[in-house]
């Protein structure tokens, strides 16, 4: 039974038929415009849900991690450090480790927001979130994880947590992000993406200056201590005394 629950905890999404079709090629010009609206939609959706919730922090990780699994204990101190330096807790919206991060915020009385993306199986919105948003598209979700995020905190997960992190390095390494620290936790767990890092230094593929984006630690306190420097001290950060909302466009803060 157990395994049998496994099984089915790991079944892939399956895509939408408008989603998929659209990663087939090229569709008929109709098809395509109204795809770009619903693009177009699910920004117009996430940046007014989300345009009163910073500075952040955004938490990436697995969501398959439990409570009492030693990454989810991890995260959970983490978001509620994150919190004590003035920080709003962003993830990823749903369980696991975003669920972590986002109840150590709320535990420590901070504000904790999520960006759901909407799957069949797997992902849902968690109980600990003060605000959230549901979108479709990943790229549209991962525009709005980094958007709204002066640091972020990579925790152990799999290809979405690695899509996510290099997305980060990619954007802050070509400058299209200013150099926003990046924390990745838990040493054992990464070292084999440590290592092969160290072999795009010698292949030439990276510089050896791009690994200052990156800290590699196990502490809580080492990762607060190189965000409070590398983001509230080198760009200022300071809380908002008062956000301009329009109670007539339906806009709340949290």
């Not at 759901?116 to 948003?133: C, F, G, R, T």
């Not at 072999?199 to 590699?216: A, N, P, W």
Request: aromatic share 12%; with cysteine; net charge neutral.
């Amino acid at each position: 039974m157990e395994n049998e629950e496994k099984i089915n905890e790991m079944k892939p999404h399956q895509p939408r038929p408008e989603e998929k079709s659209f990663l087939d090629g090229p569709q008929s010009r109709i098809q395509d415009f109204l795809f770009l609206v619903r693009v177009m939609f699910e920004f117009i959706k996430g940046f007014r849900k989300l345009h009163f919730i910073g500075p952040c922090v955004t938490v990436f990780g697995s969501a398959r991690f439990k409570e009492g699994h030693l990454s989810y204990e991890l995260a959970r101190k983490m978001g509620g450090a994150l919190t004590n330096i003035g920080f709003t807790v962003m993830t990823g919206g749903g369980p696991g480790i975003m669920e972590a991060a986002n109840r150590g915020a709320k535990e420590a009385g901070g504000k904790s927001v999520g960006c759901n993306i909407v799957l069949p199986q797997e992902q849902y919105p968690n109980s600990y979130l003060d605000k959230w948003v549901n979108i479709r598209y990943f790229f549209v979700r991962k525009v709005l994880l980094t958007k709204y995020s002066y640091a972020f905190v990579v925790m152990p997960g799999g290809f979405g947590t690695m899509d996510e992190l290099f997305e980060a390095l990619t954007l802050i390494q070509t400058n299209f992000m200013k150099r926003f620290p990046v924390v990745i936790m838990d040493k054992i767990f990464h070292q084999q993406l440590c290592e092969h890092f160290d072999v795009m230094i010698k292949s030439g593929t990276i510089l050896e200056e791009d690994m200052k984006l990156l800290l590699f630690t196990d502490s809580v306190e080492e990762a607060i201590e190189h965000i409070d420097k590398n983001a509230i001290q080198q760009f200022h950060l300071k809380k908002k005394a008062s956000v301009n909302i329009s109670p007539w466009l339906g806009e709340k803060s949290i």
